[in-house]
Structure formats: structure tokens, C-alpha cells
């Protein structure tokens, strides 16, 4: 019977370890925008397209910046070698244009999203925004999957597809 209750505890520990590591993957105060990502794991394309563009510096900024961050998967949905053409130095204008359409100055938490029907990027072009079935639809084809990750300057809102200014 002790050796059950020890197992119990230790299975329900090991739980409650995983599950604050898993939680951790997504929100850091103490982490900037691009550490909180790079330790998440799903944002593996988006740090090296930041990389290629120079803009890792600006997100460890200050800020504060709210960024609708495509995951891996939403990368993999632009039409094939797209990434890689957009990684090549000669594109990084290009490449700087589309990051920074999916960055807005400040801090913008899901529930001030919601009221809202458009938010103009750093880039200088607008996001439109629509609630639709409970979902934050940003262009008309990228949901929101998971909002207000909290880093040490700003927010990350989690996107399913790549936003093209």
C-alpha cells in the first residue's frame, strides 16, 4: 500500500512538473519576445527569418510590441520555397516588410483585439481584424490560436498563417 501511495505521488509530481514546463513554453515575463519564441519550440522558421532580416535586436528591445507570431506550421502553408527564397540576402527587404507586418507598437492584450476591426503594423500597413465564431480572424485567413504570452516587452499572440502586407 505504501509503495502505491509512493507512486501516486510520484506520478502526480512528474504531472505537475511536465505541465508547468509545457506552460513555460509559452510564458515568460522575464524573457524578451525572441527568447520567449526561440524556448517555445513551434517558432523555429520565424527566429531564423528574424535572423536573416536583422531584426532580432529590435525585438530584445525594449518595446513594448505585440507581435502575431506565425508558427512553423503556418510557414510550411506558403507555396513551396517561398522561405527559402525570402532567407536569400538579396530579399531582405522583402523579408523585413513581411516581418514587421506582423508587429504592432505596444502592448495589445486579446481582449482589446477583440474590439477592434483593424491595427496598423510597424511595417506601416494595416491588419484587418474580425471576431468570427468566437475566433480572431486576422486578413480574412489567419486565426488566432493562443493570445497574451506575456515576455518582458511585449505580447505574442499566436497565428495559423503567414500575414503578407
Request: no cysteine; hydrophobic share 40%.
Amino acid at each position: 500500500m505504501k509503495m502505491i501511495k509512493t507512486t501516486i505521488l510520484t506520478l502526480m509530481s512528474l504531472t505537475l512538473i511536465t505541465g508547468m514546463a509545457v506552460a513555460g513554453n509559452y510564458k515568460s515575463d522575464k524573457k524578451d519576445i525572441v527568447d520567449t519564441a526561440v524556448a517555445a519550440g513551434s517558432f523555429n522558421t520565424l527566429a531564423t527569418a528574424l535572423q536573416a532580416a536583422g531584426l532580432i535586436d529590435t525585438l530584445k528591445g525594449d518595446g513594448p510590441f505585440t507581435v502575431f507570431a506565425p508558427t512553423d506550421e503556418a510557414f510550411t502553408k506558403l507555396p513551396e520555397g517561398t522561405v527559402e527564397n525570402l532567407l536569400k540576402p538579396e530579399n531582405k527587404d522583402k523579408l523585413t516588410a513581411i516581418l514587421t507586418y506582423h508587429v504592432v507598437s505596444g502592448k495589445v492584450y486579446a481582449k482589446q483585439v477583440v474590439d477592434l476591426d483593424s491595427a496598423t503594423t510597424v511595417e506601416g500597413s494595416d491588419i484587418s481584424i474580425v471576431v468570427k465564431d468566437g475566433n480572431v480572424i486576422l486578413n480574412g485567413n489567419s486565426t488566432v490560436t493562443k493570445t497574451d504570452i506575456k515576455t518582458s516587452n511585449g505580447i505574442i499572440h499566436v497565428i495559423d498563417q503567414v500575414l503578407m502586407p
